[in-house]
């Protein structure tokens, strides 16, 4: 799969209310995840955070997205119930699994 393909397979799952199993085979083991709130150095430590605390209610409306060859850059309109909020997330990947995922937005939506 190329970058843009799997980044829109992550997140027709995380925000499609796909199986959060299902992101074993887009994630490589050794996934560096980053973004304000949290940090993860493992696809396996990702995914046990999303399923402690599910991203119920989560929703998306994409801005922009562009790719070059190992990776993708998505900039969309987050929502939950009580915040929305611009985000981004720009995808590495390598051998069609994701390998870095940075994730960006202020923090402070999350806060009121």
Request: aromatic share 14%; proline share 4%.
């Given at each position: 799969?190329?970058a843009m393909e799997l980044a829109?397979?992550y997140?027709g799952i995380?925000?499609?209310g796909?199986?959060?199993?299902e992101?074993?085979e887009?994630?490589?083991?050794?996934?560096?995840f980053e973004?304000?709130?949290?940090?993860?150095?493992?696809?396996?430590e990702?995914?046990d955070?999303?399923?402690?605390?599910?991203p119920?209610?989560?929703?998306?409306?994409?801005?922009?997205?562009?790719?070059?060859e190992?990776s993708?850059?998505l900039v969309y309109m987050?929502?939950?119930p009580?915040v929305t909020?611009?985000?981004?997330?720009?995808?590495q990947?390598?051998?069609?699994?994701i390998?870095?995922?940075?994730l960006?937005?202020?923090?402070?939506?999350f806060?009121?």
């Amino acid at each position: 799969m190329k970058a843009m393909e799997l980044a829109e397979r992550y997140m027709g799952i995380l925000y499609g209310g796909g199986r959060l199993e299902e992101l074993e085979e887009l994630l490589a083991d050794d996934l560096k995840f980053e973004g304000p709130l949290f940090k993860f150095g493992s696809a396996r430590e990702y995914i046990d955070s999303l399923k402690a605390d599910p991203p119920e209610g989560f929703g998306y409306q994409l801005i922009r997205a562009w790719e070059d060859e190992t990776s993708a850059c998505l900039v969309y309109m987050f929502s939950k119930p009580g915040v929305t909020t611009p985000m981004a997330q720009y995808f590495q990947t390598d051998g069609g699994r994701i390998t870095r995922i940075l994730l960006v937005f202020d923090t402070g939506a999350f806060m009121g």
